[in-house]
């Protein structure tokens, strides 16, 4: 659950406030590619692949995963379909995935986010957007998506914890 009292962001040009007395339930979880899971097709950044094992292994009372997992990645889709053959596993985690190569935008475009939203019928406000630039961050908090910068695995862990993802 997220606990937050009021959130800033921009949806279809307009800028509003939300005022949320309760919690945030965060059902989505959104990881880029690069910088994050991957140096590159071939060489995955194990503290980035951790993570991920770590928040897909979360389970509610029933034994049911709490979250979907969704790749929003600027990579082509050339360099995704061998990073997919050469490890499936990884991919297998992810239940959706939005490239520019299928959509024709690439972050920080909001159009790219949107059509990630679009979709797959999230709400902005149900997910956690990891990467390693501040841009996309950026753009995907002007749309409601809560963002985490990615630029030390230890932090992004902390966030996590924080907003009870991972125990």
């Given at each position: 659950?997220?606990?937050?009292k009021?959130k800033?962001f ?6 509003a406030?939300l005022?949320?007395s309760s ?7 959104i ?23 770590q928040?897909?292994q979360q389970?509610?009372n029933n034994?049911k995963r709490?979250?979907?997992?969704y790749?929003l990645?600027n990579?082509?889709?050339r360099?995704f379909?061998r990073m997919?053959q ?9 239940d ?8 024709g ?8 986010y949107m ?5 797959y ?7 956690i ?5 501040q841009?996309?961050i950026?753009?995907?908090q002007?749309?409601?998506i809560?963002?985490i910068?990615?630029?030390d ?5 902390d966030?996590?914890?924080k907003?009870n993802?991972?125990?």
């Amino acid at each position: 659950m997220i606990t937050l009292k009021s959130k800033l962001f921009l949806y279809g040009g307009i800028l509003a406030l939300l005022s949320l007395s309760s919690t945030m339930h965060c059902e989505h979880i959104i990881f880029d590619l690069g910088g994050v899971l991957f140096k590159g097709p071939f060489h995955p950044i194990k503290q980035g692949i951790t993570l991920l094992q770590q928040c897909h292994q979360q389970r509610d009372n029933n034994g049911k995963r709490v979250h979907k997992f969704y790749i929003l990645s600027n990579w082509s889709t050339r360099a995704f379909n061998r990073m997919s053959q050469r490890f499936p596993d990884i991919v297998a985690l992810f239940d959706g995935v939005v490239l520019p190569g299928k959509v024709g935008y690439a972050k920080p475009k909001k159009e790219i986010y949107m059509h990630l939203i679009q979709s797959y019928n999230l709400n902005p406000q149900h997910c956690i957007f990891i990467d390693d630039s501040q841009a996309n961050i950026s753009a995907a908090q002007q749309l409601g998506i809560t963002g985490i910068l990615c630029k030390d695995f230890n932090v992004v862990a902390d966030q996590l914890k924080k907003l009870n993802i991972l125990k």
